[in-house]
């Protein structure tokens, strides 16, 4: 399913549309058209949901009136072993699967309550 870029990702400033592919129930994968170069996600019911408000300015902008339309999505990236695995939990991808809008979405932690999030992680 292609989707139009409504608010840009990061590292894909000038990038207007993606494709989108679900892997599974919890993986799906973007890709960029021209060169395509693939992004993997998580979706966002895959672990303990952190809930936030999304501005009206990026409603609009994805044409949002119905937030059942909506899937969140945390960019996954898959390093050699899974210890070094990564996930970008306060920039989700959000895709407005009504409008076939998407965008990227940066959360701050402080407004989230949760600024002592990255003490409570392991150290590696």
Same mark, same amino acid.
Do not use: C, W
């Given at each position: 399913?292609?989707? #139009? %870029?409504? %608010?840009?990702?990061?590292?894909?400033?000038?990038?207007?549309?993606?494709?989108?592919?679900? %892997?599974?129930?919890? @993986?799906?994968?973007?890709?960029?058209?021209? #060169?395509?170069?693939?992004?993997?996600?998580?979706? @966002?019911?895959?672990?303990?949901?952190? $809930?936030?408000?999304?501005?009206?300015? @990026?409603?609009?902008?994805?044409?949002?009136?119905?937030?059942?339309?909506?899937?969140?999505?945390?960019?996954?990236?898959?390093?050699?072993?899974?210890?070094?695995? $990564?996930?970008?939990? @306060?920039?989700?991808?959000?895709?407005?699967?009504?409008? !076939?809008?998407?965008?990227?979405?940066?959360?701050?932690?402080?407004?989230?309550?949760? #600024?002592?999030?990255?003490?409570? !992680?392991?150290? !590696?």
């Amino acid at each position: 399913m292609k989707f #139009e %870029v409504a %608010v840009p990702l990061d590292g894909f400033k000038d990038e207007k549309e993606f494709i989108f592919k679900k %892997v599974d129930d919890f @993986f799906s994968t973007i890709t960029t058209i021209e #060169e395509q170069k693939e992004i993997r996600l998580m979706s @966002f019911g895959a672990l303990k949901n952190i $809930s936030f408000t999304l501005p009206d300015e @990026f409603m609009n902008k994805l044409e949002i009136t119905n937030m059942d339309d909506i899937s969140i999505y945390y960019v996954f990236v898959l390093q050699g072993t899974n210890s070094e695995n $990564s996930l970008n939990t @306060f920039s989700p991808i959000i895709l407005n699967n009504k409008s !076939l809008k998407m965008g990227q979405i940066h959360l701050d932690a402080n407004d989230l309550g949760l #600024e002592n999030f990255d003490a409570l !992680l392991p150290k !590696l």
